[in-house]
């Protein structure tokens, strides 16, 4: 576990270390999947793609019923199948097929947020960046990759990687403890209030909440620092 984050933290050069904060934070640190893209409309289109033959098999299935319902437990390819079935699909090929389109991983029409990679360039030369993504390594990976997050961030984490996910606060504590950043020093930027939200309050850190569809907080949740729908809101709040 700590020898996989330390590999990430390899990738911090002396310079961006002696690089000088400024302003009450000293790190910030993003969650990705719905933070610097919106991943569950792409995920739909892929999912629409995968299922093309069972929807001209089966032309009274509802397709947005089921992929809602896909986005929102998280069923990836090896589940799709299981899913397909529960729905009425009893063609186990088709489903086999579509199980194979969705199983591929083409994050080529992904795109950052409209001012992502800008918010990150103007904040590099004085804070320290990083991400903590929940995910297996192998969807985590190819759209950091994708992204070249590695040139803009001091350090990348994904749980899957490290062995211990969000909401707890550790995977927040190592990060910063390899960034050698206090919490209260650093704020995180994320869209889930269960996992983003409480993991980084657990941890002493600043939330802000990546909010682009203005959902209203439950009134059980702590407040965050701030909401925000666009990602070069958090400016002002970083160099208030
Ligand atoms: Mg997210």
Redesign the pocket.
Known sequence: MLHSLAHQVERISKPDLLRPCVGRYAAVLF?????LFD?DSYWGHRLRHALTEVCAAYPTLDVDALIAHAISKHIYAPRLPALLQQMGIDDLELCRRAQERYRHNDYSHLRLYDGAEAMLQRLRPTHRLGLITNGPVFTQRPKIEQFRLARMMDVLVISEEVGIAKPHPRIFQLTLRHLGVAPARALYV???LR??LMGAMAAGVDFVWMNPHCLPLPADMPQPRAAIQHLEEILPIIER
């Open positions: 969650d990705l999947d719905n933070t991943y994320g869209d889930s996992y983003d």
